[in-house]
């Protein structure tokens, strides 16, 4: 079982900056592919990034290219988003994201999950 709270959400002007994180809870953090998605009010949740078990691999969706960067700390038992250059477009709730893997990849798809947060507000006026 993991579980997992993210913080770092707020209010930020177009242009801004903001670093999201997710703290896990439970054991074998490290046995774990992580990912971050969004939903904003109406539209579908989606991916965002994602990063492997090991942190080797990464993925981004092709709006957060360039502007969004995952990482881990498996130390501490947390994932981060760090978002640059914000844009009101980026409005949503993030949510972080665990599965059980070996496999060494990064996944996009909601179903390949098993335990989600309950998300943060990020805001982004223009």
């Known amino acids: 079982q993991v579980q997992l709270v993210e913080s770092g959400g707020g209010l930020v002007q177009a242009g801004g900056s903001l670093r999201l994180s997710c703290a896990a809870s439970?054991?074998?953090?490290?046995?774990?592919?992580m990912g971050w998605f969004r939903q904003a009010p109406g539209k579908e949740r989606e991916s965002v990034a994602a990063i492997s078990w090991s942190g080797g691999a990464t993925g981004y969706a092709d709006s957060a290219k360039g502007r969004f960067t995952i990482s881990r700390d498996d130390f501490k038992n947390t994932v981060y988003l760090q978002m640059n250059n914000l844009k009101p477009e980026d409005t949503a709730v993030y949510y972080c994201a665990a599965k059980r893997d070996n496999g060494g990849g990064y996944y996009y798809r909601r179903s390949a999950y098993n335990y989600w947060g309950q998300g943060t507000q990020v805001t982004v006026s223009s």
């Open positions: 439970g054991r074998s953090f490290s046995n774990y592919a």
